[in-house]
């Protein structure tokens, strides 16, 4: 791969952690036995990750492989809260998935330009001054701040391009990009001498212009990992139209029906949705035909029976190139959106303790609780996520906490705080 270019990155996130409560107590002149005072922590840091439009590549990732929000500051006396923690902000190019290493799945296609928080930060823990009942007047503890989230992320660049150009090597790919665009593609008579995919933008009317990828010449084997196609094939995946290059001149010795095939079955091999891509195939290097020669004919043939246009051009001398824009312009409207893929990631269920004690106090009619496991189990969650706080409250009516509240008196809509996280309860 070419150093410039980088399209997979594994990297390290951490969010920030909270800031831990303070113990602190009222002083002033004249007032006696003032009371807690003691702050809450900060919130730790998110890691969001946002689109760079200016970024083609992950080459920032190749050395840098760690990022780490900021933590949440402690609370402090006079109740004041401490700082939260800066969001830490990751940008990559428009198209990268966000993928968790360690199951693949996808998390999130920064595609449609939508920041993504990867991993939340901590809550910042309780000062003494949530602990003064009318019995415990001077608490002298304070609660720790959660931890924040660490996970492993695999960054997979797949570019956003409407018209990928697929083929052997010296098919004429680049030469078709550079005629076509102003990309200026390296250029040369011998095996991949693209090394990682162009683009270029094509205005194929007043009104309609597209981005084209020259991809990296695939050989047979390419959807086992054979040669640089396998590298690159994620980049055809999100095109909506496929240029199927193939030469037809047969200076190279080759036939161009078994070129054609050959491809078609790496592709079908890769991906059903990839081959079931609209396609036009074009046949390429025409001003080397030798006289008598039926090559082309016998591709557009075979093309043909699969059901797909066929164009025959020469990019040297710009024949036929009028002829392909019209093709691509008249098959435009019909084409499938560009592909986004969906989320496939689901957190794994944390196994959670909760057979230890929980204190519950109710103060000014909202009910509080605490206990050691409840800060593993809020720590847990992704109270953005719906699944997610299903299963926080499953596991809030196992462990028997919810028939203590009723026997205590709880009702419909009072209101339940856990760690700062509040919700009205329903029976």
């Not at 086992?224 to 240029?243: K, S, T, W």
């Not at 078609?264 to 949705?273: M, P």
Request: hydrophobic share 35%; glycine share 12%; net charge negative.
């Amino acid at each position: 791969m070419a150093s410039g270019f980088v399209d997979r990155a594994k990297i390290t996130i951490q969010s920030g952690n909270g800031g831990n409560g303070a113990v602190a107590f009222h002083r002033e002149k004249y007032v006696a036995a003032g009371g807690p005072d003691g702050g809450d922590g900060g919130r730790g840091g998110n890691i969001i990750f946002t689109v760079k439009d200016t970024m083609t590549t992950l080459m920032d990732f190749r050395y840098k492989r760690k990022y780490r929000a900021e933590d949440g500051a402690n609370g402090s006396n006079k109740n004041c809260s401490g700082r939260d923690g800066k969001d830490l902000y990751i940008s990559v190019p428009r198209g990268t998935l966000i993928k968790d290493a360690a199951t693949d799945t996808v998390m999130c296609d920064m595609s449609s330009g939508r920041d993504f928080i990867a991993a939340r930060g901590g809550r910042g823990g309780w000062g003494n001054r949530h602990f003064a009942t009318p019995t415990r007047q001077v608490p002298n503890f304070a609660k720790p701040g959660l931890p924040g989230e660490t996970r492993e992320i695999v960054l997979e660049l797949k570019l956003l391009a409407d018209v990928g150009l697929i083929g052997f090597p010296n098919a004429g790919k680049s030469t078709l990009l550079s005629v076509v665009s102003k990309a200026h593609p390296k250029i040369a008579n011998y095996p991949f001498t693209t090394l990682y995919p162009n683009l270029g933008v094509v205005y194929l009317n007043e009104d309609t212009s597209c981005i084209m990828a020259d991809i990296p010449g695939l050989i047979e084997g390419a959807s086992g990992g054979a040669g640089l196609g396998y590298d690159f094939l994620r980049h055809v995946e999100r095109c909506r139209l496929l240029l199927h290059l193939v030469d037809v001149s047969g200076s190279e010795g080759r036939s161009p029906v078994d070129d054609f095939e050959a491809i078609c079955r790496e592709i079908e091999c890769y991906s059903a949705v990839l081959a079931g891509r609209p396609r036009i195939v074009v046949g390429t290097k025409c001003d080397l035909l030798e006289p008598g020669s039926s090559n082309a004919e016998a591709l557009q043939k075979a093309a043909e029976a699969k059901g797909y246009p066929f164009v025959r051009i020469s990019a040297v001398s710009h024949q036929g190139i009028s002829e392909l824009l019209s093709a691509i312009a008249k098959i435009w409207p019909s084409l499938p959106p560009v592909q986004e893929f969906e989320a496939d990631y689901q957190p794994p269920e944390p196994s959670v303790d909760t057979s230890g004690n929980v204190d519950i106090q109710n103060r000014d009619g909202i009910w509080y609780l605490d206990g050691s496991w409840l800060q593993t189990l809020t720590r847990s969650v992704n109270f953005s996520d719906m699944e997610s706080l299903r299963w926080f409250d499953r596991m809030l009516e196992s462990s028997g906490l919810y028939d203590r509240l009723r026997a205590m008196g709880i009702h419909d809509g009072d209101i339940v705080d856990i760690y700062s996280y509040t919700f009205a309860f329903e029976d």
